[in-house]
């Protein structure tokens, strides 16, 4: 596959940045034999007592950590506590033009798969309670592990695509998704509570096109306006030029240079801002799916069942090398929301913009390491 910029990398060159992230050496394989232990996937009823997550906290954490996030702030806490790990919202990590917490509880609802796929590899069906405690509003989650079951051919993929799965902002190749990836994208989002819409290659498209046009024009009229100025400081404040060892936020190599609007393509957030730290766009065909990640409700519930639906369909996608660009900041305005629902997804709240295609390299972003991320009785 020729490299056609920073960003698009070969395979090896993708391993060898798993192993400067300190991925490697973690293993992301259903099961660590220990000796004397049997493989934790053949655990029989009779004789299982449950596996002890605070024994395994570290790789459990890491697997659910690797999900995405807005702005990569990770915005995210864990508690270890024996037989549950309960996963909080951090909101000292949350954006100033998130006004409700929404981005910041759908990025922690992809963790939250990411922690339920985790206790799957330990050979277990995951227990998940939401919203466990209402006098804890930052408690978004307890999982423990309920009854053994060993993990599917399916789930081993999604687990192994972890490592490799990443927001693609360059070109895709040419083609459709693979065989009937589409359709199981979709099952995926509606098994976890949430609808995957796809948008239609004519008039749809053109819809969702002049919706977004027409907030770009709006925004371009008042660039000195509060809500702009913010959005520029938390760029600021959450990206990194090439060579950071920041483990958060969003590095020179994940974004193009310069942001303007490639044929065939959805408008991008502009993470480069003028400094030319990102790479230069490479051009390319449009991606074979557009479609739109749509929420039962605007609540936080369905917040946290969409992200879980991400998750799930981000990682089912990495298993087959297909990768997505994700779009919210559009979606922050209630009008363009509100437009899209009316026009394109009537039965659900529009939550984040997708555009899906086949990508044979992975360049994948920090990760602060899991003791960082837990408090709680087993730290
Ligand atoms: C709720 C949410 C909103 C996001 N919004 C955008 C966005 O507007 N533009 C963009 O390029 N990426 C967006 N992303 C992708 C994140 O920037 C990305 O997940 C993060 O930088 C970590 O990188 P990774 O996904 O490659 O691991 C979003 C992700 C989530 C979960």
Redesign the pocket.
């Known amino acids: 596959m020729p490299a056609s910029g920073p960003c698009r990398q070969d395979l090896a060159g993708a391993a060898r940045r798993l192993l400067a992230f300190g991925l490697a050496g973690r293993d992301f394989r259903p099961c660590r034999r220990r000796p004397g232990r049997p493989e934790c996937e053949q655990v029989t009823k009779a004789s299982d007592k449950g596996p002890d997550l605070a024994e395994r906290a570290d790789y459990l954490i890491e697997v659910a950590a ?1 999900a ?5 702030t990770q915005p995210w806490r864990f508690t270890v506590s024996g037989p549950a790990i309960e996963l909080y919202a951090d909101v000292s990590r949350q954006l100033m033009e998130d006004l409700t917490g929404r ?1 910041m509880i ?2 922690c609802g ?1 963790a939250l798969f990411g922690l339920r796929l985790a206790v799957r590899s330990l050979g277990y069906q995951p227990t998940v309670e939401l919203f466990p405690d209402p006098s804890q509003r930052r408690l978004l989650a307890r999982v423990g592990a309920g009854r053994p079951e060993p993990m599917t051919a399916d789930e081993r993929a999604m687990l192994q695509a972890v490592p490799h ?3 693609h ?1 360059d070109a895709f190749e040419p083609g459709p998704l693979p065989g009937d990836l589409l359709q199981r994208l979709r099952d995926d989002a509606v098994a976890e509570g949430a609808t995957l819409a796809v948008i239609g290659a004519g008039p749809e498209y053109q819809r969702l096109t002049a919706i977004l046009a027409s907030w770009s024009r709006w925004r371009d009229l008042y660039p000195t306006s509060p809500a702009e100025i913010q959005t520029r400081a938390e760029i600021f404040r959450w990206t990194h030029e090439t060579g950071s060892q920041a483990r958060d936020g ?1 590095p020179a190599h ?1 974004f193009p240079a310069s942001a303007g609007r490639a044929a065939g393509r959805l408008p ?2 502009d993470f480069d801002l003028g400094r030319d730290w990102g790479f230069p766009p490479s051009g390319g065909p449009p991606p074979p799916v557009t479609a739109v990640l749509v929420a039962h409700g605007e609540d936080e519930e369905s917040w946290l069942r969409a ?1 879980q639906a ?1 998750q799930r369909m981000l990682l089912r996608a990495a298993s087959q090398w297909v990768f997505a ?5 559009p979606l922050q305005s209630t009008s363009v929301r509100s437009q899209i629902r009316s026009s394109l997804t009537p039965t659900g709240s529009p939550q ?1 913009l997708l555009e899906l295609g086949v990508v044979r390299s992975s360049h ?2 920090g990760r602060r390491p899991a003791g960082d991320l837990t408090t709680g009785e087993a730290r």
Not at 68 to 72: G, I, Q, R
């Open positions: 690797r995405p996030s807005v702005h990569n981005e759908i990025s992809a799965r990443h927001t902002r969003v994940a991008q957030r992200g991400l660009g994700l779009q919210t900041q984040l994948p972003t």
